[in-house]
T-cell receptor, first 112, second 113 residues
Framework: QKEVEQNSGPLSVPEGAIASLNCTYSDRVSQSFFWYRQYSGKSPELIMSIYSNGDKEDGRFTAQLNKASQYVSLLIRDSQPSDSATYLCAATPRGGSYIPTFGRGTSLIVHP | EAGVAQSPRYKIIEKRQSVAFWCNPISGHATLYWYQQILGQGPKLLIQFQNNGVVDDSQLPKDRFSAERLKGVDSTLKIQPAKLEDSAVYLC???????????FGPGTRLLVL
């Protein structure tokens, strides 16, 4: 059973702080990783994708991947109240049928 | 560029009734996904199409759920008969390829009474 694990939270951080969201995956053949943001009552939207070990930065967001530890994280710098949402981690293997697996999501609350 | 379209947005039915959802993916996207998202959980893949062929439907409850993607464009997901536990949001997503970014539609909220 391929699993993607996330702490459901909520993770509460003050405005301006760094929010750190973590995700572990069980399937070693997973090669593509995605972070989606989902506002309450809305559909998921892509924040970042990462395919190689290391860091990938896009504005206030940094994704980190460590395939040896089967660990993916998302850092949000200078957190804003508008970042309050559920963040979903997804993993897709390369090869085979490329079936994506989503975690249950971490709820982030950024308070003023 | 138009996004993924889904209809209806909301549906309330009684158990044992049937219901159908429709999805129109982003133009040119070969891969189409149907997900079920129960409140407080992540999306669970029900079925994945590549053009008009099924890539995976291992998590689709085939005794009551069916899906098709005729002509490799839009798709329908049907539930017959519905159970209380089918109450969820049904999300359709599409991507240009199996490893590419998925773009989600607004979803259909289903309530089974």
């Amino acid at each position: 059973q391929k699993e993607v694990e996330q702490n459901s939270g909520p993770l509460s951080v003050p405005e301006g702080a760094i929010a750190s969201l973590n995700c572990t995956y069980s399937d070693r053949v997973s090669q593509s990783f995605f972070w989606y943001r989902q506002y309450s009552g809305k559909s998921p939207e892509l924040i970042m994708s990462i395919y190689s070990n290391g860091d990938k930065e896009d504005g206030r967001f940094t994704a980190q991947l460590n395939k040896a530890s089967q660990y993916v994280s998302l850092l949000i710098r200078d957190s804003q109240p508008s970042d309050s949402a559920t963040y979903l981690c997804a993993a897709t293997p390369r090869g085979g049928s490329y079936i994506p697996t989503f975690g249950r999501g971490t709820s982030l609350i950024v308070h003023p | 560029e138009a996004g993924v379209a889904q209809s209806p947005r909301y549906k309330i039915i009684e158990k044992r009734q049937s219901v159908a959802f429709w999805c129109n993916p982003i133009s040119g996207h070969a891969t189409l996904y149907w997900y079920q998202q129960i409140l407080g959980q992540g999306p669970k893949l029900l079925i994945q199409f590549q053009n008009n062929g099924v890539v995976d439907d291992s998590q689709l409850p085939k005794d009551r759920f069916s899906a098709e993607r005729l002509k490799g464009v839009d798709s329908t997901l049907k539930i017959q008969p519905a159970k209380l536990e089918d109450s969820a949001v049904y999300l359709c997503a599409s991507s240009s390829g199996a490893q590419e970014t998925q773009y989600f539609g607004p979803g259909t909220r289903l309530l089974v009474l």
